[in-house]
């Protein structure tokens, strides 16, 4: 079965500080798909990110960057120079191709970031 | 317009009654799922449908039951509310189509329901 752990329920920080989410995920399948999503105090899901597992090249947009490592079955996400706007509950999500487009969410890890 | 939304955004209701939430979508999507959040437990998959004659259960069904009443509506029903049906509840839409299929889910804004 499918599974995704963040193990970080809650990071406080000072704006402009650096700030890494960890991701670790378990799955069966070869083929299979992560994601994050941002969660802002409004409630709404937003999108951030959708990394294959055959695609393990990390990605760096603007603030937010994401290393992908298959060794090690994590996805961990970055934001850099954070900003009181990071503030959120953040989700990792794992998709596996043979379930369908099912995603199976971590817990999500609250970010707090402090003017 | 949004892609998805739900109805209601809010809702209040009391112990035992009957409570239907809706979700509609215009992205022309097959696949539609119903979730809940609950805190530090991240979103939980309630039941999905592949398309209008498929209704699956997901990891949490028990006290729910959904309804696939065309592709583009979704709905999700407590037949007998429980205080610990208090959650927010997320619709989700996604489609297994196109060339190279991304499994990415598009999310309604949440119906928050609380029952008392």
């Known amino acids: 079965a499918q599974k995704v752990t963040q193990a970080q329920t809650e990071i406080s920080v000072v704006e402009k500080e650096d700030v890494t989410l960890d991701c670790v995920y378990e799955?069966?399948?070869?083929?299979?798909?992560l994601f994050w999503y941002k969660q802002p105090p409004s409630g709404e899901l937003v999108f951030l990110i959708r990394?294959?597992?055959?695609?393990?090249q990390n990605e760096i947009s603007g603030r937010y960057s994401w290393n992908f490592q298959k060794s090690t079955s994590s996805f961990n996400f970055t934001i850099t120079a954070s900003q009181v706007v990071d503030s959120a509950v953040y989700f990792c999500a794992l998709s596996e191709d043979a379930a369908g487009n099912k995603l199976t969410f971590g817990g999500g890890t609250r970010v707090l970031v402090k003017p | 317009d949004a892609d998805v939304t739900q109805t209601p955004r809010n809702r209040i209701t009391k112990t035992g009654k009957r409570i239907m939430l809706e979700c509609s979508q215009t992205?022309?999507?097959?696949?539609m799922y119903w979730y809940r959040q609950d805190p530090g437990l991240g979103l939980r998959l309630i039941y999905y449908?592949?398309?209008?004659?498929?209704?699956n259960k997901g990891e949490i069904s028990d006290g729910y039951s959904v309804s696939r009443q065309a592709q583009a509506k979704f709905s999700l029903s407590l037949e007998s509310a429980i205080p610990n049906q208090t959650a927010l509840y997320f619709c989700a839409t996604s489609d297994r189509r196109g060339i190279v299929p991304s499994n990415e889910q598009f999310f309604g804004p949440g119906t928050r329901l609380t029952v008392l």
């Open positions: 990394r294959n597992s055959f695609d393990e």
């Open positions: 992205k022309g999507h097959d696949r």
């Open positions: 799955t069966r399948d070869t083929t299979y798909y």
């Open positions: 449908s592949f398309d209008v004659k498929d209704i």
